[in-house]
């Protein structure tokens, strides 16, 4: 929060900030004022938007989950298909 100081001829001088609402009977103004409004008219349709083109935070290409928890049937098979490499060709000896 801060007041704008003036001088006597009206010219405006640096600002006086502070942590209280009211200081000496002027009402303070916000120094860093809020991103978003309590009543957002357009939130529903941003997040329908970014539902239909996929950029919800949760569908983010990070996360903190382990990429066997992400994709466990894809991980799976790439474990079996190295574990096979690995093994080199199998004969069948009867």
Request: net charge positive; glycine share 4%.
């Amino acid at each position: 929060m801060y007041v704008p100081a003036k001088d006597a001829n009206g010219k405006p001088l640096a600002r006086q900030y502070t942590l209280k609402k009211v200081l000496d009977g002027a009402v303070t103004k916000s120094a860093h004022p809020a991103r978003f409004s309590p009543d957002d008219k357009w939130s529903r349709h941003r997040i329908t938007l970014r539902r239909r083109f996929a950029v919800l935070l949760a569908q983010s290409t990070y996360s903190s989950l382990p990429v066997h928890q992400l994709f466990p049937v894809v991980w799976r098979r790439a474990a079996a298909d190295i574990d096979s490499a690995n093994r080199g060709p199998q004969l069948d000896h009867e």
